[in-house]
Each structure stands twice: as structure tokens, then as C-alpha cells.
């Protein structure tokens, strides 16, 4: 196999992960990552399906399982704060998981992991970002925002769903590859007080609204808010100045009852608040000669799947198994990375329109159909089947085995 000198463009979870397999199969990685520090920040996700078997085979889990956030499942609760219905999570080791991950993490601690892991064999530059970039058949050249400049022999696009590098390597004809999904999320930290416990709440709201609660320390919750709007004015609102967002999430919700009026104080005071449009990437380009594109940048799935960690640790894990398998011979490797995990992406990506009105029901009588259907559910212990009968691969697709990343195999075993 052999060794080539790789840059990494983002300092997220998938970046880092790719950077990990990279690194310990002997090729020499940078990491380049815009902000000034590790951004060990975010909100509370999940790992799912195949990306368990990816942090299996990372010998992440003990550390996973040390900083997870203990969530006991999640509830359905009405105006008065009434239970409905309340799906726990499955921690039985098989099957699917449910609303809740038995892996539920806060973003930050995943990436402080994520960078522990490999900090003594990866170089990270912070505070840089790549101007451009040139290629020919036998390096890539890249112009970083400090004036300096880099040859390396392969270089990744871990940069998010606005990816600049996928902008770079798109065919002039290609069409729009963002689908606007027409939904918005926010989320942002609010002090825990005493009736807050170990099960998420989800409370909805007629007009496509729902809000949703959890806690991940003994002093701090979260409040996450979304609607359902397909207007295309609404799309630059996540891009307004701070105190305008706030401002428009306070009156889209001011009506909405539960806890919605602590909820909304809280938001005036954090310093943790984020706003987007939700959107997936769709992509017929994934690379482009020494170029490719990784997780968010090539196929977010969008936080409406719960997969998008799950696809960036199970993305990084097949490009570096394939780079290792064709290490002489990138156009193939990138190549084979595309037709293993396309099928994986294809399903995670499907978001039906019945599945959009199931989780924004525009109605009174909508949510009181979804509270009977879940409490339904819970009676007739369909989540407890699905644990024991539903094989826990994602769509049936395989992890594939690389002999290059046999790094914990055992614990596979």
C-alpha cells in the first residue's frame, strides 16, 4: 500500500474520523479547519445502525459510552404537559434504534473524542481556510487563506453542506444540488429546572410546529424548535443578524402554550443559539480527479433522518478503506467509495411527504391522530418487536470488511 500525503478541508466529526482510519494505516494527514479552535460545540446527536459498528471497530466505544447523554426515550406530551405516549429507547444491543439512540452524544464531546483520538498522528491547522485550489494527475495544489501554500497527493471536502469544494469540482451543467426541504430548525441551551428528567418531550403545535425538550447535564437542557413553511422568502432568515432570528422564532411561537414562554426567555440569554434551513445534498459529482467529497459535503441527509452522524463515521470508514485498497490509483478508489456507499446514502436520503406531514401535522386533529397512533404503538409493543425481529443494519446494508482496518476487529467478535 502506499503512503500519500492527505489534506482534510473540515474539522467536524467526519474530517477527523476519515483522518483516524488515514492515519493508522500509515498515510501522513493535515486537517484544516476555519475556526481558531476545535469547535467543540453543538447540540445533542446520535449514532445509529452502522455507525455503532464503526465505532466498534474504532475502539471508541468505552469512550463513547463514558460521555453520552443518558436519555431514557422520548415522550409525546400535549399543552398541559399530559403524557401520550412514550417510546423508550431500546438498549437490548440488537435491532433498531427508536426515536431515542442508546448513543445519544452532545456534538462537542463527539468531536473532542473524535480529536483526542488523533491529535499525536494528525497535523491540524486551525484558523485556515482553502482559497482555491489546482490539480493535475499527480498532486493537488492548495492555496490556504494565511498565504501559504500545500502539495499534497489527495485532498478531502469534509466541509459541510455548503461545501466550497463541492462547488469547485461540480460540472458547469450540474443542477442546484441543495433540495430545499421546506423546514427550519433552532435549537439553543436553557437552565434545567426540577420537573426536567431523563425523557426527551415533543410537543406539537398546530400550523406544522413542534417543540422539543431534552436534557444532557445536571445544569443545562435544550430547547429545539422546527417548523413547516415552504415559502422560498423564509430561506435567507437563517442568515439574518442574531437578535433578528431570535426575534422571528419568538413570534412564530409565541402562541404555542407548554413551556414554550420559558423556552423563549431562555433563548434571549444563550450563548449557544443556531438556526437552519434544513436541506439535503444531492450530487451526481462526489470527486473529480485527486478531489473528493466526503459526509455532509457529498450527501447530507439532513438532521430529519437522524443519520447524518451515522453517515459521516460510515462514509469516512469506506473512503479510507477504498483509498487504502487503490492507494495507486485514486480515480478507481474514489470511484468504488461512490458505487459501496451510494446505496447506503440513496436509502438514508428518502424523506417521503407523508413522513413530513408525520412530523409537522398541520392540525389539532393531526396530533391527536399521531398521540393515538403512538400510544397505540407503545401498547402493542412494537418497538420491543422491532428490536427482536429487525435486523439492526440500516436498509440491510452491510458494513464492508477492509483488512487495512482491522484496527479493533475483536471487538467486533
Known amino acids: 500500500m502506499k503512503s500519500l500525503n492527505i489534506l482534510i478541508c473540515g474539522g467536524g466529526c467526519a474530517g477527523p474520523s476519515l483522518a483516524f482510519w488515514l492515519a493508522r494505516t500509515g498515510h ?52 398541559q404537559g399530559t403524557v401520550k405516549a412514550t417510546i423508550m429507547v431500546n438498549t437490548s444491543g440488537k435491532g433498531p434504534q427508536t426515536m431515542t439512540s442508546e448513543y445519544e452524544i452532545m456534538r462537542g464531546d463527539l468531536v473532542s473524542i473524535l480529536y483526542e483520538a488523533t491529535q499525536d498522528s494528525v497535523e491540524y491547522m486551525f484558523g485556515k481556510t ?45 443542477p442546484d444540488p441543495v433540495r430545499h426541504l421546506g423546514t427550519y430548525l433552532a435549537y439553543w441551551y436553557v437552565p434545567r429546572i426540577s420537573t426536567d428528567d431523563q425523557l426527551g418531550k415533543f410537543y406539537h403545535i398546530p400550523g406544522s410546529r413542534f417543540i422539543m425538550s431534552r436534557t444532557h447535564s ?49 433563548m434571549q440569554t444563550t450563548d449557544n443559539f443556531y438556526c437552519q434551513e434544513v436541506v439535503q445534498i444531492h450530487t451526481n459529482t462526489w470527486s473529480k480527479g485527486r478531489v473528493v467529497l466526503l459526509a455532509d459535503a457529498a450527501h447530507c441527509p439532513s438532521p430529519l433522518t437522524a443519520m447524518g452522524t451515522t453517515s459521516a463515521l460510515v462514509g469516512a470508514y469506506v473512503l479510507a478503506g477504498e483509498i487504502n485498497r487503490n492507494s495507486d490509483d485514486l480515480p478507481q478508489a474514489f470511484a468504488s467509495y461512490e ?46 418487536l422491532a428490536a427482536r425481529f429487525i435486523p439492526e443494519e440500516r436498509g440491510g446494508w452491510q458494513l464492508p470488511e477492509y483488512a487495512s482496518l482491522q484496527y479493533n476487529i475483536e471487538a467486533m467478535t
Open 130 to 174: 482553502v482559497e482555491h485550489f489546482e490539480q493535475d494527475d499527480h498532486s493537488v495544489t492548495v492555496y490556504f487563506s494565511d498565504g501559504m501554500t500545500g502539495s499534497y497527493d489527495m485532498f478531502v471536502g469534509a466541509d459541510g453542506q455548503g461545501s466550497r469544494i463541492r462547488a469547485a469540482i461540480q460540472p458547469v451543467d450540474a
Open 218 to 266: 445536571p445544569t443545562e437542557g435544550q430547547a429545539n424548535f422546527g417548523f413547516r413553511d415552504a415559502s422560498e422568502d423564509l430561506r435567507s432568515m437563517p442568515k439574518a443578524p442574531l437578535d433578528t432570528q431570535k426575534q422571528f422564532w419568538a413570534q412564530k411561537f409565541q402562541d404555542a402554550g407548554w413551556q414554550t414562554d420559558r423556552f423563549i426567555e431562555g
Open 339 to 384: 458505487r459501496v456507499l451510494r446505496p447506503f446514502v440513496n436509502d438514508i436520503q428518502t424523506l417521503k411527504p407523508w413522513m413530513l406531514r408525520l412530523m409537522f401535522p398541520e392540525s389539532s386533529i393531526a396530533i391527536k391522530l399521531l398521540h393515538f397512533f403512538a400510544a397505540l404503538l407503545v401498547f402493542l409493543r412494537i418497538p420491543d
Open 28 to 79: 501522513r494527514v493535515t486537517v484544516v479547519e476555519r475556526f481558531p479552535a476545535l469547535r467543540a460545540t453543538g447540540a445533542q446527536i446520535d449514532i445509529r445502525e452502522q455507525g455503532i459498528n464503526v465505532i466498534k471497530r474504532m475502539g471508541l466505544m468505552e469512550t463513547i459510552r463514558s460521555r453520552r447523554v443518558i436519555e431514557a426515550g422520548m415522550s409525546f406530551v400535549n399543552e
